[in-house]
T-cell receptor, first 112, second 114 residues
Framework: NAGVTQTPKFQVLKTGQSMTLQCAQD?????MYWYRQDPGMGLRLIYY???????DKGEVPNGYNVSRLNKREFSLRLESAAPSQTSVYFC???????????FGDGTRLSIL | AQSVTQPDIHITVSEGASLELRCNYS??????LFWYVQSPGQGLQLLLK??????LVQGIKGFEAEFKRSQSSFNLRKPSVHWSDAAEYFC????????????FGAGTRLFVKA
């Protein structure tokens, strides 16, 4: 009963390094999302994918790129990491668009 | 612009006592409203949702929420809190016309004392 799986769980980067966060879901969901969570700010949408082959910007897309590799997988890439991107990142999925139903356990990313 | 306000950053209740977490939203049309719970080190879990119809909705884990259009509120309640309910709770709103812009509140952390 995996649900939404994120890797890695923790990562420390230096400013300017690049990294890809991986996300996979096994529920055959059409829609997938990437959020970041910062203290006192709730969750903010970075990018989403309504269906396989489509991606769109959310509320805070700057500094990130995404790839919907197939129906199961949705990756988030930081091309040149900045300290402001230190956060907890969550991937989520849902059968249809609108609101996320299932979340992964998060990736805790620190950028020095 | 849409917004969601959770006025209480944290709340402490005694085990067995009742709970109410407040949520106010700002949105012109009929919103879709949600409550999520996040246990430490984990992702969010959907507790309940309101789309339309009966303004009192039941969710998982014994939670319920009431939509009050006149007050722009969607408060979460539980009659008797258990120690395992200690977590952070998030209210969220999605445009009634669909779309992917779920707006989350900043969260309320619930502490449960024995």
């Amino acid at each position: 009963n995996a649900g939404v799986t994120q890797t890695p769980k923790f990562q420390v980067l230096k400013t300017g390094q690049s990294m890809t966060l991986q996300c996979a879901q096994d529920m055959n969901h059409n829609s997938m999302y990437w959020y970041r969570q910062d203290p006192g700010m709730g969750l903010r949408l970075i990018y989403y994918s309504a269906s396989e082959g489509t991606t769109d910007k959310g509320e805070v897309p700057n500094g990130y790129n995404v790839s919907r590799l197939n129906k199961r997988e949705f990756s988030l890439r930081l091309e040149s990491a900045a300290p402001s991107q230190t956060s907890v990142y969550f991937c989520a999925s849902s059968e249809e668009g609108g609101q996320p139903q299932h979340f992964g356990d998060g990736t805790r990313l620190s950028i020095l | 612009a849409q917004s969601v306000t959770q006025p209480d950053i944290h709340i402490t209740v005694s085990e067995g006592a009742s709970l109410e977490l407040r949520c106010n939203y700002s949105y012109g049309a009929t919103p879709y409203l949600f409550w999520y719970v996040q246990s430490p080190g984990q992702g969010l879990q959907l507790l309940l949702k309101y789309f339309s119809g009966d303004t009192l909705v039941q969710g998982i884990k014994g939670f319920e929420a009431e939509f009050k259009r006149s007050q722009s509120s969607f408060n979460l309640r539980k009659p008797s809190v258990h120690w395992s309910d200690a977590a952070e709770y998030f209210c969220a709103v999605v445009r009634g016309t669909g779309g992917f812009k779920t707006i989350f509140g900043a969260g309320t952390r619930l502490f449960v004392k024995a």
